[in-house]
């Protein structure tokens, strides 16, 4: 793929290098290597020019990025709902059920193999870069980078806590109080990949924040302990850690068959999955400093457990 990113140099950036000019627009160590790769992928006032060129109040710069992509993901005819696509970055709305990566047990329904067909499709390259994994079964929002710089520039967003996520969860039994903050480590079993745990000793920081939006009463849909309507909203971005904070709380999610849903499967007739949407989205753009924010509504199976009644 190709990108073109132009900047008008002002009163502040004067008498600095190029180089310095772009790490200040966010272009990382590793970004900065890769234009160097080529001779002419910066370009000041229509001349192509080496990174250590000082620059003048009005001069016009221009950063060409060029990029192949390093691995053929394979192409796969599978629906990807895009909500929104510029020339660096797009936000999918992922359906639970679908991986993000490839893998060994799925190397054809993931999220990369469907927008790889969608961009074979157009005839274009593509490299996959998704800059927040959401696990194969939880629904809702992520961002792809079309490129590297936009993925690094998100990356270092993500570090700085600048891109805001929320969910919503529906939880085991009555959720209190009404809302919350969980400020548990989370570290990795020993005895599994995936798992993960409350580890006070040796866990990395995890934050979960929670407002109750919803009871539902015990016997609702037929479940004994009833549930809860959480929106969810991470500090953190731990490996599973809504799911384990709310079982560490007590309230594991409905559906989640890894840690612990105490329905004992009474809810497998209403959802098969862990009940959780990333519902919100919202960061500035890190390239042309533009507030994006996005919701999306839940999917089919978690508005079925929000609809219903007490028997």
């Not at 008008?8 to 790490?23: C, H, V």
């Not at 998704?130 to 194969?136: A, E, I």
Request: hydrophobic content about 40%.
């Amino acid at each position: 793929m190709k990108r073109t990113i132009s900047y008008t140099i002002s009163k502040e950036n004067t008498d600095i290098k190029i180089s310095t000019f772009l790490r200040r627009k966010g272009f990382s160590r590793q970004c900065l290597i890769e234009l160097k790769k080529y001779e002419d992928s910066v370009f000041l006032n229509g001349v192509p020019k080496h990174f250590d060129t000082l620059l003048s109040i009005g001069d016009e710069l221009k950063v060409f990025i060029r990029e192949k992509p390093a691995a053929i993901i394979k192409a796969s005819d599978l629906p990807v709902n895009i909500i929104y696509e510029d020339e660096d970055l797009l936000v999918v709305n992922k359906a639970a059920g679908m991986p993000v990566h490839p893998s060994f047990h799925n190397e054809d329904n993931s999220l990369a193999n469907a927008l790889a067909w969608h961009y074979k499709a157009q005839a274009k390259d593509f490299a996959f870069r998704c800059s927040n994994r959401l696990d194969r079964d939880t629904s809702g929002l992520t961002i792809v980078s079309k490129h590297y710089v936009s993925a690094a520039m998100i990356s270092q967003m993500g570090a700085r806590r600048e891109i805001s996520r929320e969910y919503l969860a529906i939880a085991a039994g009555q959720v209190t109080p009404e809302e919350g903050t969980i400020d548990a480590p989370l570290g990795r079993k020993d005895t599994s990949l995936i798992e993960r745990f409350v580890d006070p000793q040796h866990g990395e920081r995890a934050v979960t924040h929670y407002r109750v939006l919803s009871h539902f009463p015990p016997g609702t849909a037929g479940i004994k302990e009833g549930y809860t309507l959480l929106r969810v909203r991470l500090e953190t971005g731990r490996t599973h850690q809504i799911r384990v904070h709310m079982q560490y709380l007590g309230h594991p999610l409905l559906g989640d068959p890894l840690y612990g849903d105490i329905t004992a499967g009474e809810d497998a007739a209403l959802i098969s999955r862990q009940a959780l949407h990333a519902y919100r989205l919202s960061f500035t753009h890190p390239i042309t400093g533009a507030a994006l924010e996005f919701e999306a509504p839940l999917p089919e199976d978690m508005l079925r457990l929000v609809s219903a009644t007490c028997n």
